[in-house]
């Protein structure tokens, strides 16, 4: 059973290029979040989507894009890479917004130079 | 807004003392709480959680935690430390207004010595 899973699992980017981080789950879960985690911070959330085709800004959307068009993909895109952008980014899925937790994946951790 | 609050950033503790790691929180009606795990290069794993009825959570790898209502606080407990337990640790909040999202805690470091 893979769960979540994120890749790659490390990436380096100059300042203006673009990328997509990708992220599947294969629980048949709805719901699925992006988040981002800084020092000190703690978690930020960037987009969620509730189901497929349904997208919707979190915390900090700025600079990103996501799109939901099947049920176990979530992709992150990057368009304009910018230094504070540098971060490690998770992926999470939850079968609703009831109690269940969530379930993460092992994060990409992103450099933008 | 619901809001989680981790007071400390890092707690150290002897292998074998009992262990608490704080945090409180702010919700507007009944808070569903939980707590997570997040070793070196490796994603949140789900430790416990408080949704409702008795107010000691009992979780993964031995930890627990303590829901006090009076005092707003939702601290994570363990008996008797390991040296493996030492980890970031995150508090967090169910926020049913963003897909059930999870609004977290900033962390706390946990090092526990032989």
């Known amino acids: 059973n893979a769960g979540v899973t994120q890749t790659p699992k490390f990436r380096i980017l100059k300042i203006g290029q673009s990328m997509t981080l990708q992220c599947t789950q294969d629980?048949?879960?709805?719901?699925m979040y992006w988040y981002r985690q800084d020092p000190g911070m703690g978690l930020k959330l960037i987009y969620y989507?509730?189901?497929?085709?349904?997208?919707d800004k979190g915390e900090v959307p700025n600079g990103y894009n996501v799109s939901r068009s099947t049920t176990e993909d979530f992709p992150l895109r990057l368009e304009l890479a910018a230094p504070s952008q540098t971060s490690v980014y998770f992926c999470?899925?939850?079968?609703?917004?009831?109690?269940?937790?969530?379930?993460f994946g092992n994060g990409t951790r992103l450099t933008v130079t | 807004a619901q809001s989680v609050a981790q007071p400390e950033d890092q707690v150290n503790v002897a292998e074998g003392n009992p262990l608490t790691v704080k945090c409180t929180y702010s919700?507007?009606?009944?808070?569903?709480l939980f707590w997570y795990v997040q070793y070196p290069n490796r994603g949140l794993q789900f430790l416990l959680k408080?949704?409702?009825?008795?107010?000691l959570v009992k979780g993964s790898y031995g930890f627990e935690a303590e829901f006090n209502k009076s005092q707003t606080s939702f601290h994570l407990k363990k008996p008797s430390a390991l040296v493996s337990d030492s980890a970031l640790y995150f508090c967090?909040?169910?926020?049913?207004?963003?897909?059930?999202?999870?609004?977290f805690g900033q962390g706390t470091e946990l090092s526990v010595k032989p």
């Open positions: 408080y949704i409702t009825g008795d107010n």
């Open positions: 989507s509730v189901g497929a085709g349904i997208t």
């Open positions: 999470a899925s939850n079968p609703d917004r009831g109690n269940s937790p969530l379930h």
């Open positions: 919700v507007s009606g009944n808070p569903y």
């Open positions: 629980m048949n879960h709805n719901y």
């Open positions: 967090a909040v169910r926020e049913y207004d963003q897909g059930g999202k999870l609004i």
